[in-house]
Each structure stands twice: as structure tokens, then as C-alpha cells.
């Protein structure tokens, strides 16, 4: 079976290349490497033991997308993480967002169509859900205007999506991340660190290596027990095999709706502080701090109802926040050479 992985140089898509290589689908990579770099190819043979196909192409430019799938008119599923992802530069560059996230998914659909079997697995976001009422949040829960450019293009998407295969063969999967963290236990992969890193995770594993002088916590006067924020922090390994599933789900022609919807997470809310104290616990390291204001646009908490996800895919997250963390931290310092 082969297998395209757009985005398959990246964070998520890397991890989840190799998931695939270990489960022995042929995989083959699109990157630009706007956020990722062709070392990562190194990374993932060192693990498989198989170094994938890749092609540094752009999803933006219809021709090459259209000469790509000439070539390769006999792929049996896509994987499409292909995306700008940052929430706060997606504010200033909306533009760039639309471009990159919408246009390179609509040209990557017109050629998906014309394959003997367009399975497509797409990457959304629980961003889809803006500041839900209902906590923990189900695929029922309603979606709300979207709070970023970077959220509306993953809602625009799954509209896309959802009206191309009322009108054609495509049959397709949505998932719905919450906050994916961690690294491969290996420490061959991880989250490549470019400029200062937006999320929460990466800057707490780069201050502990004495990259940042402290960790601003975003606010902690909250509705909450300790009053920062509440997140599902789901590993990223975990979020990778989920992606497996979902593709074999597609192959094995096991969807019952054209379209479906899962959210992944681990249904569990953790908060800012309860991240610190689990990285404090992995490193043995006291995370420097200090209390500033509430970022704009945060929710007071989002955590994920994964009931379907378990039930339907017969999957569930494995790893612990602890666990999750302590691979972060093993790859910080693995790529400090620490
Ligand atoms: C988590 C918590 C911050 C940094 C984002 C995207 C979402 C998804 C996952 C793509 C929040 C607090 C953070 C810091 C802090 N990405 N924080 N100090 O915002 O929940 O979700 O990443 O799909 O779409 O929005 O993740 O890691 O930025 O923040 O206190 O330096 O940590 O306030 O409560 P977020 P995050």
C-alpha cells in the first residue's frame, strides 16, 4: 500500500510516518520544508530503518501538485498535514494562511479525485471549536466562529471537504487534535524548534535547558481549580497511531459515512501549572516562572470527550502527561547535545 504524507517532514506527519513504516505501508513525503528541515528523513530511518521517498514540492502550485500525482497515480490513501499551524502569526499574516492552508488543500483534492481509491485523512484541530460550552467536547459539539485565520482555514477545510465528497468517490476522515506534545521515545524525532516556540510545551523543555530565561504563565485567575488554563495534552505518538487506524479504517472501506469525525485527545484536562510540575518531576530541574496576563484568544479550558475515537477506531492514548513530558524533555536535550 502506498502512502502519501504531505507535511510528512513535520512535527506530527514525521511521527506518523513512521507509524506507518513500522505497520509496512510504502511511504511517500511532500514537504516544502517552510517548517522542517530534510534531517528529520535521517531521524525517521533511524528508527524504521527505512528512509521514505521525498519530494520537496509546494502544495501551492497547482502544476507541480497536478505533475506529482501523474507520476504516483497509484497511491491508496493521503495523509494531509501540509499546513501553516502558528494561531498568533496566522493573525498578523491571514493572507499567507489562506493561501497556504486553502488553496494547496483544494488542488490536492482535484488530483486525490482522479485516484483509484481517494482515501484522505485530514488534519483539523479542536481550534474548530472556538470556546465550546460543554466540556468535555464531542464531534457534536457545535462549531464556533473561529477564533484565528489559522482556526477558520481547519474550518474551511473540513467544509471543503464534507461538500467535495456529497459529489464525488472521496472518502474521508477528519481529525480533530487537542494539543499534541512530546516526541518519540527514541529521541530520533521530535518538534524541530524554529524561533521562539508559541507553545507551551517546547518553551517550558527550552528553559529548562537555559534556552529562556523563564516561563511567562499566561494568566492564573481562571475558572479553574488552580486557575490557569486547562488543556488536552495528547502524545504525539499516541496522536500518529490514531492516524493508522483511521487510514486503514478508510482502506478496509469500514467508514459508514463518506465523511467522519474524531477527536483526538486523551479526554483528560490538565493545567499550565500541572505541566510544570510534570516536567519538574521528568528533568528533577525547578522551572523558573512568573505569572503574567491572559493571552489573547486563550479559552479558559478545552479537553476532549473521546468516547468515539475509543469506541469507533478502537483506539485510545496510551502515554501519560508524565510520560509525554519526559520525551519532550529527552529531546531537548538530545538536540542541545545535553
Ligand atoms: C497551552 C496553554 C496558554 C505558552 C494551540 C493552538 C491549537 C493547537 C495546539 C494546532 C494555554 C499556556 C502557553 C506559554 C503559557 N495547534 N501558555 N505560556 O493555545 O492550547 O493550542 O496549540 O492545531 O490550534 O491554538 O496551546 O501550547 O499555545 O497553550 O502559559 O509560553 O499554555 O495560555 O493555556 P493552545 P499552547
Known sequence: MKILVTGGLGFIGSHTVVELQ?????????????????????????ITGIKPIFENLDLRNKLVVKEFFKKHADINGVIHFAASKAVGESVEKPLLYYENNISSLIYLLEEILQLREPNFIFSSSCTVYGEADVMPINENTAVKPALSPYGN??????????????????????????NPIGAHPSAEIGELPLGVPQNLVPYITQTGIGLRKELSVYGNDYNTPDGTCLRDYIHV?????????ALQRLLDKKNVDKVEVFNLGTGVASSVLEVIIAFEKCSGLKLPYKIVAKREGDVPMTYANTDKANAVLGWKTESTLDEAMASAWKWEKKIRGK
Not at 28 to 36: E, H, K
Open 153 to 178: 482555514t481547519k474550518q474551511i477545510g473540513e467544509e471543503i471537504i464534507t461538500d467535495v465528497a456529497k459529489v464525488s468517490n472521496l472518502n474521508a476522515i477528519l481529525l480533530r487534535y487537542f
Open 22 to 46: 513500522s505497520k509496512g505501508y510504502e511511504v511517500i513525503i511532500i514537504d516544502n520544508l517552510s517548517n522542517s528541515s530534510e534531517e528529520v528523513l535521517n531521524g525517521i530511518e533511524a
Open 237 to 245: 505518538v499516541d496522536l500518529a497511531k490514531a492516524h493508522v487506524i
